[in-house]
């Protein structure tokens, strides 16, 4: 939690550093293009996910319980990305992402496990799922007329849409958490030319959200996110692009909800640091205002 919010931190800071410092270079910045054109792009990733660390805690009384030592998530996962971008005029850029995120294992468990006023006796083999698909829509400003160069600041606005499961293998012990609810975003995007055709991209959203207020519900819950990508890659043809990209995807929320369900007391806590490695290509066609 720590170190998340010490990236969040980081992002905030380094966004209006780096508007100060792209507004001078940009007056000194010739125009790669005399003309401005509108572009339509669709990007794709497919490639592995691997946890790094996932806790998650239903009820004060409730047991942290560690998915990647002792529920299963110590392998690679599919993962999969999709984004629709259209770039106006070569500055504004208006972006819609969607990401699913779908963990399922099975283990028996190796201690005692208390989920929301329920006891898992040790040994109970368990069907466990993990599920925090989220939609995202949000709007860049580059301040970098042109194709090749781009440093990009925005806001978004992501849906999460989660379903947390703990069922035994019988069917007879079950608890389910499910909540869905807005989440703001800070945005920021650079991308430069390396040697050749090559090129380099860092992509960075996240937020920190302390209280009720700004976490997008009526409860008391620490929320924060942080996805941050650093990708490479080159054209393949005059609309599509290849590029390889590592990912950082964090986030999670701790606190009591006035929701709630129908057994526990409401309180949750979730984190989780994941690491995904993929491979991506991006298919656009520009065309004049």
């Given at each position: 939690m720590k170190m998340l919010q010490r990236y969040l931190m980081i992002l905030m800071l380094a966004a209006p550093v780096a508007l100060i410092s792209t507004v001078a270079a940009a007056q000194d910045t010739r125009a790669e293009a005399s003309t401005p054109k509108n572009r339509l792009s669709i990007t794709g990733e497919l490639g592995f996910l691997s946890p790094i660390a996932h806790s998650v805690q239903f009820g004060k009384d409730g047991t942290d319980f560690d998915y990647v030592d002792e529920g299963?998530?110590?392998?690679l996962y599919q993962f999969v990305r999709l984004q629709a971008e259209f770039d106006f005029q070569g500055r504004h850029k208006f972006i819609?992402?969607?990401q699913p995120l779908e963990i399922k294992t099975a283990v028996a468990l190796r201690r005692d496990v208390r989920v929301d006023a329920l006891n898992f006796p040790q040994g109970t083999?368990?069907?466990l799922r993990y599920g925090f698909p989220f939609y995202r829509v949000g709007y860049l400003y580059d301040f970098f007329e042109g194709p090749q160069r781009e440093l990009a600041i925005g806001a978004?606005?992501?849906l999460r849409n989660a379903t947390i499961d703990f069922k035994s293998a019988d069917g007879t012990l079950f608890r389910s958490n499910r909540d869905v609810g807005p989440v703001p975003l800070l945005q920021l995007r650079a991308r430069m030319p390396l040697a050749g055709s090559f090129w380099w991209c860092l992509d960075a959203a996240g937020f920190y959200a302390p209280v009720k207020y700004l976490n997008g519900g009526d409860s008391d819950v620490t929320g924060a996110i942080l996805d941050a990508s650093?990708?490479?890659?080159?054209p393949l043809t005059h609309n599509i692009s290849g590029f390889v990209n590592l990912r950082y995807l964090a986030g999670g929320g701790e606190g009591t909800s006035k929701d709630g369900n129908d057994f526990g007391d409401g309180y949750v806590s979730n984190?989780?640091?994941?690491a995904t490695v993929s491979l991506g290509f991006s298919y656009g066609t520009e065309f004049m205002n």
């Open positions: 299963g998530q110590d392998n819609f992402l969607y083999p368990m069907e978004a606005l992501q650093l990708r490479v890659g080159r984190w989780l640091h994941f």
